[in-house]
């Protein structure tokens, strides 16, 4: 059997030719020889040459395939674990590039998925069995372009929906427990239908759930409470079922304990039975709940969907008027809960583009790394030469840095994401007590968010570890094993790192200017530039819950809760202003130091000689007595007396008072008593306020806390409140004493008014400090982020010096040989980098102007050309920092050395 | 022992049988020759590369001889892959002893 007896046949050209290009390299040549010796040994046995062409052909597909399987299994089985260690051992080789590009894709990475996994919280199933078959149901307002909340009326026609196998609703409010006890103190409480506890599959820790017979009329008054609510409230008492809590001024008997992870529909803590009848109601009318269902066995959501669109329109076509503009929804129960738009993610343009903005970010920030990645490359271009010579092919050695690369991405995001799940715990500790977030949020990663975040750190390890590479892996192995002897791999930097890291240095510029005039705002506050001592002061939401629709027979019903309302808010500013530890008392319709500007003015007669800074200023409410009560002098004019809120309810009253601040800012500190304004269109912020209407200042009183954020730009306006104007209201109460222990106090006091209101009251200070922390956290986020990028630049800065020198080192020797000076051998290496630096400041300075200018509102943007100034000069300082050592090393480069290399 | 697939062992029997002349056209026609199967080159090279990366067989790349002369990518069994293919063949014999005719037997009567 030797080879030569079967070589006679001749297979088609173009099949070699297919061979050829499905196998590349050396393998091509012995495959070949063998399928020809076959194809030959075919024909020479008699078989038909079209036969034998389509074994050939067969067999040509069949041996690419197993060249292919089989490199790719070495690469998998061999290479990876080889090229995995070498990028790891790279990572300790290489600090400065493993810091930098572990801290930019670290962030990075987190950070471009935030918006994501908010998202993903937020909308996420409700933590009961299955779920994802709880959906939502209700009408959307294709008039107003808004979800409407259903009615009772709803709740009952929809029961009919054969595509759910029950229906429940819920209708979630703020009640007092046991207040006449304890003090008002409000709980989360919820009327939910006793079909809801089916529907979400909820069993209780002690006694029963709600049924139907608890809805009955005349049905005993029960309800459940939540286990944190058992822990706090009763000490987790054994024999809780059967005492008897009141509600307002009504006792309800406990019928049972609903376990700690039962917190729907809102973060409640007390489920009372659902008692409202659509037959005691107009059609539409009624108290709002949120309705619910659980899909039937083997029906999709979109099988709901199109029953609840038919169910609507035979409705529409029955009572159009109430009907025509509502459309059916079946949505999922996050989105029912929070009352946001049904459309998923992907179909929110505004959404869509500022995630496609994050992700074009962190393009950039791959891009810093691909410099850095770049310059380790063409530092190694020597070895990649001799690999390639020594048999690698081209697309070992690219799998090879990008298997490095991704050791680095991998270990940057694995880091960013155990920072990221720290932060989460910590933030959502941090917001427990406010119930900031939906009660089944949980912030922590979840598996998606983790799987994407090491897709994305994939594809960050294509673009920083492959791109970089594609040019100096392209050379032709001969040529570059003749610049090998000179120390030259031929890589070069392009224009686009250039742009790179130009563009890089005026971001940081504009950024760092931006982020230290922000953090030099924001801790210049200490407290006392508020004009008062917060840690004097309490402060109290007072809430009367809205008159029941069930309850309203006419008008005078109204208007006798509007007198309720009155007399409960001056009965409680009466019994707090009488007590022995209470300095100073006031009400309005905001807290001193807890508000920020929100609307501009034009003035009608602007002072001659000065121009108003168009700031935005604070508009604010209060009661008459509001200065008198916290003993604040007027300075100019008289204070608020009962005639300024004469008048129906609810019309605009003309008088106001300003602060010594809006005085200097808008007439230039000249006499502003007698002058009227008005507010500039679409800029009128608190009610009772017409955009059309003058107003007339009557009285300056000194700044008081307008505006924490920046006690600079504290320019206010107050305006007149009669009480029962508002609903809720709030109270300020100056304290002589421990201000905690009067917090108690005060929920007691405001309990005796009235048991029903609900009262929310915290330490002044404390909310202050938590305000004051969250604008200081943006502006440090902003300018740690400013930083990164900067380092990212002057790294960059660094890699390319870097990589000049390396290249150079033999022109530089001969320059030197031949007598050139420092000057001229400076001006040889950094002219390119001098260049980068000079255009990246000069923009950076434009940039920043624009980006100051624009944020006088927020921050106190000081002088910005001595801002500008100085943030240039240190960026430029860093700059030059960053090129100074490679510049030396250059210096350093004898001509001997240098020649001798060559 | 290392498993042995029955056609592993059949690629493996016929590089023992080619000696020199072992290379992907001519196992194949070896096989095809002994066996009557039909078989694909492209299951004879991903057999012998998985042969190769357990280290049963070596290869070695010979550049064309002469005018005429064509590329070859030669095997050899190695001493593990020789010592496996004992194995197997011993197992397979230990297995088999005296049921031959059985086998005989039973295939003809159906």
Request: contains cysteine; glycine residues 10%; negative net charge.
């Amino acid at each position: 059997m030797t080879p030569d007896r079967r070589e006679g046949g001749c297979p088609p050209r173009l099949l070699r030719l297919l061979v050829r290009l499905l196998i590349r390299g050396r393998d091509a040549s012995y495959i070949l020889s063998d399928l020809d010796a076959s194809f030959a040994r075919d024909i020479e046995r008699g078989q038909k040459r079209g036969r034998a062409v389509r074994r050939y052909a067969w067999n040509a597909l069949a041996s690419a395939w197993a060249v292919w399987t089989t490199a790719l299994r070495r690469i998998v089985t061999h290479g990876i674990g080889l090229d995995t260690r070498l990028g790891l051992r790279l990572l300790v080789k290489q600090p400065l590039i493993t810091t930098v590009a572990v801290l930019a894709l670290g962030l990075g990475i987190p950070a471009s998925l935030f918006l994501l996994h908010g998202m993903d919280v937020l909308y996420s199933d409700l933590p009961v069995p299955d779920g994802d078959r709880v959906v939502g149901i209700r009408h959307y307002d294709v008039e107003l372009q808004n979800p409407s909340l259903s009615s009772v009326h709803d709740l009952e026609r929809w029961s009919d929906l054969t595509s759910l196998e029950s229906i429940g609703a819920v209708r979630p409010y703020s009640v007092n427990l046991n207040a006449e006890e304890s003090g008002a103190s409000p709980a989360r409480a919820a009327e939910i239908t006793a079909s809801s506890f089916d529907i979400l599959r909820a069993r209780p820790l002690l006694g029963r759930l709600l049924d139907p017979s608890d809805e009955r009329d005349g049905a005993p008054d029960v309800l459940l409470v939540g286990e944190e609510l058992w822990g706090a409230r009763f000490a987790r008492d054994p024999d809780i079922v059967g005492q008897s809590v009141r509600i307002g001024r009504t006792p309800f008997t406990v019928v049972g304990v609903m376990p700690a992870d039962f917190r729907f529909p809102s973060s409640t803590d007390v489920w009372l039975p659902f008692r409202a009848r659509a037959v005691d109601l107009p059609v539409g009318a009624g108290p709002r709940a949120f309705v619910f269902g659980r899909l039937a066995d083997g029906v999709s959501i979109e099988d709901a969907k199109v029953e609840l669109t038919g169910l609507t329109e035979r409705r529409a076509s029955d009572d159009s008027d109430q009907f025509e503009r509502l459309v059916g929804e079946v949505v999922g129960m996050a989105t029912l809960l929070l009352n946001e738009e049904a459309e998923p993610f992907w179909s929110r343009p505004e959404l869509v583009i500022v995630q496609a903005l994050i992700f074009g970010l962190l393009l950039v920030v791959c891009g810093n790394v691909g410099t850095l990645i770049l310059a380790r490359t063409a530092a190694r271009s020597n070895e990649i030469t001799i690999r390639t010579a020594l048999g690698a092919s081209r697309a070992r050695i690219l799998t090879q840095l990008f298997i490095e690369a991704l050791v680095l991405a991998v270990v940057a995001t694995g880091l960013g994401l155990l920072l990221a799940n720290t932060f989460a715990s910590w933030l959502m500790r941090l917001l427990a007590p406010y119930d900031f977030l939906p009660y089944w949020a949980d912030l922590t990663l979840t598996p998606r968010v983790v799987g994407i975040a090491l897709g994305l750190a994939a594809l960050s390890a294509a673009v920083a570890g492959i791109l970089p590479a594609l040019s100096p892996t392209r050379r032709a192995i001969q040529a570059n094993l003749q610049r090998t002897g000179v120390r030259s791999g031929g890589t070069r930097f392009g224009i686009g790192s250039s742009v790179l890291i130009v563009s890089q240095i005026v971001l940081s510029v504009g950024v760092l200017a931006l982020g230290a005039t922000g953090v030099r705002t924001a801790f210049a506050y200490q407290g006392d530039d508020l004009g008062f001592d917060p840690d004097r002061y309490v402060y109290a939401t007072l809430t009367v819950p809205e008159l029941d629709p069930m309850e309203v027979q006419d008008a005078s019903d109204s208007l006798a809760w509007q007198t309720h309302l009155e007399e409960i808010q001056r009965a409680l500013l009466t019994r707090l202003s009488e007590e022995q530890a209470v300095v100073g008392v006031a009400m309005g319709g905001h807290v001193p130091g807890l508000s920020s500007p929100n609307g501009d003015v034009i003035l009608e007669t602007p002072p001659a000689g000065f121009a108003p800074v168009e700031w935005d200023v604070a508009t604010l409410r209060v009661d008459v007595s509001f200065f008198a009560g916290l003993g604040r002098p007027i300075l100019a004019g008289r204070d608020f007396n009962a005639g300024d809120v004469e008048g129906p309810t609810g019309t605009p009253h003309a008088a106001v008072i300003v602060n010594e601040s809006f005085v200097r800012h808008h007439f230039g500190g000249r006499n502003a008593v007698g002058q009227r304004f008005r507010y500039e269109t679409g800029r009128t912020a608190s009610g009772a306020r017409d955009e059309e209407e003058w107003y007339e200042i009557v009285g300056v009183v000194g700044s008081f806390g307008t505006n924490p954020e920046n006690s600079a730009r504290d320019a206010a306006i107050y305006h007149p409140l009669a009480p029962g104007e508002i609903n809720p209201v709030r109270f300020t109460v100056e304290v002589a004493g421990d201000p905690e222990a009067f917090v108690t106090r005060l929920r007691q006091i405001a309990a005796s008014v009235d048991p029903v209101a609900t009262v929310s009251a915290g330490l002044l200070a404390a909310t202050i400090r938590t305000q004051s922390l969250m604008f200081r956290s943006t502006f440090l986020l902003l300018l740690a982020l400013a930083g990164a990028t900067f380092l990212l630049a002057a790294t960059g800065l660094y890699a390319l010096m870097s990589f000049t020198i390396s290249q150079r080192t033999r022109e530089i020797g001969i320059r030197s040989a031949l007598g050139a000076s420092t000057a001229d051998i400076v001006s040889t290496v950094a002219r390119r980098a001098a260049l980068q630096v000079g255009v990246g400041l000069a923009l950076g300075v434009a940039w920043g102007w624009v980006l100051l200018d624009n944020s006088r509102n927020d921050v106190e943007v000081g002088n910005i050309p001595l801002t500008l100034a100085l943030t240039a000069a240190i960026a430029g300082s860093a700059c030059v920092a960053a090129c100074a050592h490679p510049t030396l090393r250059g210096l350093r480069i004898q001509p001997t050395e240098a020649l001798r290399e060559s | 022992m290392a498993y042995l697939g029955a056609f592993e062992q059949l690629i493996l029997f016929s590089v023992l049988q080619l000696k020199d002349e072992a290379y992907g056209a001519s196992i194949r026609e070896d096989i095809e020759d002994r066996t009557g199967r039909t078989v694909s080159i492209g299951a004879i090279y991903t057999t012998l590369g998985r042969l190769e990366d357990r280290g049963l067989v070596r290869s070695a790349t010979e550049e064309p001889q002469g005018r005429t002369g064509r590329p070859r990518k030669y095997y050899a069994l190695s001493p593990e892959g020789a010592r496996d293919l004992r194995e197997a063949y011993t197992s397979i014999q230990a297995m088999a002893g005296g049921l031959v005719s059985e086998l005989d037997r039973l295939a003809e009567n159906g």
